[in-house]
C-alpha cells in the first residue's frame, strides 16, 4: 500500500508537507536561520525521554528558539509547539507570533518536537528499532512541551505569573489543542490553525482531502483538473515503451532514466505535487515546503489548458505545471523522485502515521481528480506493522482527546481553518461553545493565519487574525484580572 502523504504537516507536520509523507524534489538547506531582523537565542532543555515510567532514565537536549525583546516581567508567553520538523522551519513560517508579540509584549518560544531536527533522544539509532523510536508519541510529546514550560516559569525572573498561549498549525495545532485539554493549568488557551482534530477512522470520509484539492484546482480552471484527471492513462501508455520512459525523463527532468518498474513510484510522486500545492497557495510569494511565487496553482493552470490534447502534448503540459513546484526558483538541476522534503522529518512522521496518528486518506477517481486509490485499515495497519513491528491505534487519539466530544470539559481553544485548505477537511467548522470558537477563513489555505501578513492577504485573512488576536487578548485580560496582576497591552 502507498504511504500516502501528510503533516508536515506535516508536512506538516508536518510539517508531513505538513501532515504528509512527501516524495520530493533536490532542494537547497535554507534551515538554522530566521530573519536577521528577528532577535532570538537558540537553546537546549534536559528532557526526559520517558515522562511516564521510571525504568527509563535516559535524557536528551531538546532544542528551543527564544525570544525575549518585546517581553516585560508578568508578560505573556507565547509558545509554539513544535511539530514534524526542523523547529527552523516553523519559526520561519510563524509569522503571526513575531509580528505581534510587542503590542502583547510577549515572549517567544519555538520547541522542537522530540525525534525531529536535532531533539534526537538517542542520535542516529532514535529510529533505528522499538526500543529507542517507542518514545515517539503524542503524549511523551506534551508532557515534554508541559515539563518544559513549568521550568521556563520557574527559572526565568518575572515569568512566574506570565500567562502561556500555546500556538500550532497543523499537526502542531493538534499539538496545541491537546495540550490545552491535557494541561489546563499550565496555559490560558491555545490557538490550533488547520489541526485536522476530527481526521480519524470512523468519524472521517477518507475522500474529504482529494475533493477539497480538486476543487481547488477546477476553481482556477475546469480544464485544469480535468487535464490532470486526463493525465494517469496518458502516462501509462507513454511508458509502455523505452522511447515513452525516455520523453517521462527528460520532460520531468528527473535525475535518472525511468524504468518500468519505478512507475508507480513516479505517478505517486506527482500526485504528492497535487495534492501539496493546495496547502500552499498562498497570495504571496513562499518559501515554505519549496520557493513558489504568488497563487502558484493559478500558474500551474496557465499550462494545463489541453485536456483533450494528445498524450505527448497533454504530458509535456503537465511536465511545465509539476515545474512551478519543482523548480520555480530556476536552481534544481534535476528531480529525485525517492528523495525526501529534507524540511520535515518524514521518517519519524511515517512512523507516527503508522501507530497512532491515523490519518485516513483515499481517492475515488470520481469526485476527484485521481486514480482511485481505497484506504482500508486493516490494509493499512498491516503494513505498518510490516514496517515497523508495531500496529496502528485507530482510536487511540479520540479516546484520549475526545474528538468532536469536547465541549463539556475543553475552554478557550480557537480552531481556525482555510477553506481551500484540504486538511480543513477534518477540522472543527463549526463553533462549540462560548470558548471553543471556530473561525472559518474562505479562500485561505494551510495555516495561512500563522503566517506573517503580506501585501496581498485578502480582507477575509486580515479580519480572522484580528479576531484571533481579540480573542486572545481577552484570554489574558481575564487571567490578569482574576489574578490581580496589573499588566498593560
Known amino acids: 500500500m502507498k504511504f500516502s502523504p501528510f503533516f508536515l504537516l506535516v508536512i506538516a507536520i508536518v510539517l508531513s508537507q505538513s501532515l504528509f509523507i512527501i516524495d520530493a524534489f533536490k532542494i537547497p538547506n535554507r534551515l538554522n536561520s530566521i530573519s536577521k531582523s528577528r532577535d532570538f537565542k537558540v537553546k537546549y532543555f534536559h528532557q526526559k525521554v520517558d515522562h511516564f515510567s521510571y525504568s527509563n532514565n535516559d535524557t536528551f537536549e531538546q532544542r528551543y528558539l527564544i525570544s525575549t525583546e518585546h517581553w516585560q516581567p508578568d508578560g505573556p508567553i507565547w509558545f509554539y509547539a513544535g511539530n514534524e520538523g526542523d523547529i527552523f522551519t516553523f519559526a520561519n513560517n510563524t509569522g503571526f507570533m513575531w509580528d505581534n508579540a510587542q503590542d502583547f509584549h510577549a515572549m517567544i518560544i519555538f520547541m522542537e518536537h522530540r525525534y525531529y531536527g536535532t531533539s534526537m533522544p538517542y542520535g542516529k539509532k532514535s529510529l533505528q528499532n522499538l526500543s529507542f523510536s517507542g518514545y515517539l508519541t503524542v503524549e511523551q510529546a506534551l508532557a515534554d512541551y508541559a515539563d518544559f514550560i513549568a521550568d521556563i516559569k520557574r527559572t526565568i525572573v518575572g515569568a512566574k505569573k506570565s500567562p502561556v498561549i500555546v500556538i500550532g498549525g497543523s499537526y502542531g495545532g493538534m499539538l496545541a489543542s491537546w495540550f490545552r485539554i491535557k494541561y489546563p493549568h499550565l496555559c490560558v488557551g491555545a490557538l490550533a490553525a488547520s489541526a485536522p482534530v476530527l481526521q480519524f477512522p470512523g468519524i472521517y470520509n477518507c475522500n474529504g482531502y482529494s475533493h477539497i484539492v480538486t476543487e481547488d484546482f ?220 471556530a473561525i472559518k477563513i474562505p479562500g485561505a489555505c494551510h495555516h495561512e493565519d500563522l503566517r506573517s501578513q503580506g501585501p496581498n492577504d485578502p480582507k477575509v485573512l486580515l479580519k480572522a487574525r484580528e479576531q484571533e488576536l481579540e480573542i486572545i487578548r481577552g484570554w489574558l485580560q481575564t487571567y490578569y484580572n482574576d489574578n490581580q496582576i496589573e499588566f498593560k497591552f
Not at 248 to 269: A, G, P, R, V
Not at 288 to 300: D, G, H, R, S
Not at 305 to 325: C, F, H, W
Not at 397 to 402: T, V, W
Open 218 to 437: 477546477k476553481n482556477y480552471s475546469p480544464k485544469c483538473s480535468q487535464s490532470i484527471r486526463q493525465s494517469w492513462n496518458a502516462i501509462r501508455r507513454i511508458a509502455k515503451t523505452d522511447d515513452g520512459l525516455k520523453f517521462l525523463s527528460n520532460q520531468f527532468e528527473l535525475c535518472e532514466q525511468l524504468t518500468t518498474q519505478q512507475l508507480q513510484s513516479f505517478i505517486d510522486w506527482i500526485t504528492d505535487i497535487w495534492q501539496t500545492l493546495p496547502m500552499i497557495d498562498y497570495p504571496n510569494p513562499s518559501d515554505f515546503l519549496a520557493k513558489l511565487p504568488a497563487y502558484p496553482i493559478k500558474m500551474v493552470c496557465q499550462y494545463l489548458t489541453e485536456p483533450d490534447a494528445d498524450d505527448r502534448q497533454l504530458i509535456m503540459n503537465i511536465a511545465k505545471g509539476v515545474s512551478v513546484y519543482t523548480n520555480y526558483s530556476g536552481n534544481t538541476e534535476c528531480n529525485q523522485i525517492s528523495e525526501n522534503n529534507d524540511r520535515l522529518g518524514i521518517s519519524a512522521w511515517s512512523f507516527q502515521a503508522c501507530t497512532e496518528m491515523v490519518l485516513p486518506l483515499c481517492t475515488n477517481g470520481v469526485n476527484d481528480m485521481f486514480e482511485p486509490e481505497p484506504w482500508i485499515f486493516n490494509d493499512f495497519s498491516d503494513d505498518c506493522r510490516e514496517r515497523y513491528a508495531v500496529g496502528s491505534e485507530r482510536y487511540k487519539a479520540l479516546i484520549m482527546f475526545g474528538g468532536k466530544h469536547i465541549g463539556h470539559t475543553a475552554t478557550n481553544i480557537i480552531f481556525s481553518n482555510g477553506l481551500r485548505d484540504p486538511w480543513s477537511a477534518g477540522g472543527i467548522l463549526e463553533t462549540l461553545s462560548d470558548t471553543l470558537i
